[in-house]
């Protein structure tokens, strides 16, 4: 048990890792890869579309979602012959969102910085080869992007994405490369190039910057945070068109305000005394003493241990000289 444990709050979420292949049921891992591919209550699919998304035969999908359907997890449509997002599903996810005073005061420093800038700013979580934005903030004249809570992105090819894979641990970054050009190979090729600069950057500034990864049109800056609660990387990202912000400007105006945003918001994860999904979440008061303050973090759970040791949530400074 004591050896399955430490590999779970080191690999966190890398299934795929040949260290720990062997632990992995892959039918769950499989049912979960499913309910992944419907991306909003509406989301209509197919078996067929499932399996092309999920690189999984068509008979091994068909099963997954009769027992998926049997479950109240997905709802099967005869007349379109598709499947889409069940009872059970919403009613597990809306019990997790309630609530949520933790969100909602990360949610008003988002929007803040996003009005004075202007941009897009969003806190975003891990899943996979994917970040799910859980608060965004935008700015009334911001375009470019539409990104709302729940929308999901790619780890390859975003600000966000670039500075949580540069954040892990070097053998654990490396897995899930490895992983991810298994599976995604295309996104491995966007990733692979950009890794090595993205871990010095953030080793000596604190911050990660993508322009033109995502979109042409879009340039983005990034800072990862450690999360005690879930031990594992929690991302505070921006996007701003590039023809108001090139790389320069990112640097010297954007910068120091997501450095500043990110700080806030580590002391904020710091003082929570539960997660961020939790409607029992209490938000402390950022103590005057700032980082120098000592707060008890949660004891790690084996269930939802991240990519590294426990260690309280703060933005990663050039002057730490560590990831």
């Known amino acids: 048990m004591g050896r399955r444990s430490e590999r779970l709050s080191k690999q966190g979420m ?18 979960f890869d499913v309910l ?81 800038l202007p941009g897009t700013v969003g806190f975003v979580i891990p899943d996979r080869f994917h970040l799910v934005y859980l608060e965004v903030g935008r700015a009334a004249n911001a375009l470019g992007l539409s990104s709302t809570s729940g929308s999901r992105i790619a780890m390859a090819s975003t600000a966000a994405g670039h500075a949580f894979t540069a954040a892990l641990e070097t ?26 600069a993205n871990r010095r950057a953030l080793r000596e500034r604190g911050y990660v910057v993508a322009c033109g990864s995502w979109s042409p049109h879009i340039n983005g800056l990034a800072v990862p945070l450690w999360s005690p609660q879930y031990q594992t990387y929690v991302v505070v990202t921006i996007g701003l068109l590039s023809a108001m912000f090139d790389e320069k400007r990112l640097h010297n105006e954007v910068a120091p305000r997501l450095l500043e945003l990110s700080a806030t918001i580590a002391l904020m994860l710091e003082g929570s005394e539960v997660g961020l999904f939790s409607d029992r979440a209490q938000v402390k008061p950022v103590p ?33 000289g560590r990831r």
């Not at 062997?22 to 769950?28: A, C, L």
């Not at 379109?80 to 809306?94: E, F």
């Not at 053998?171 to 950009?194: S, T």
């Open 288 to 320: 005057a003493s700032g980082r120098n303050s000592k707060l008890k973090t949660e004891d790690p759970n084996e269930l939802e241990a991240g990519t590294r040791r426990p260690r309280a949530a703060r933005s990663l400074r050039a002057r730490d």
């Open 14 to 31: 890398l299934a795929g890792d040949a260290a720990g292949e062997g632990d992995v049921i892959q039918v769950v891992s499989r049912a």
């Open 171 to 196: 053998e654990v970054g490396d897995a899930l490369l490895a992983e991810m050009e298994r599976e995604v190979p295309e996104h491995a090729k966007l990733l692979r190039p950009r890794l090595e």
């Open 36 to 116: 992944r591919c419907f991306e909003g209550h509406e989301a209509r699919l197919g078996n067929l579309e499932i399996a092309n998304r999920c690189g999984l035969p068509r008979s091994t999908v068909s099963r997954l979602t009769h027992t998926l359907t049997r479950m109240g997890q997905l709802v099967y449509l005869p007349r379109d012959q598709k499947y889409r997002i069940g009872p059970s599903a919403v009613a597990m996810s809306t019990a997790m969102m309630r609530g949520l005073q933790l969100r909602n005061a990360i949610r008003l420093r988002l929007q803040e910085v996003a009005e004075q």
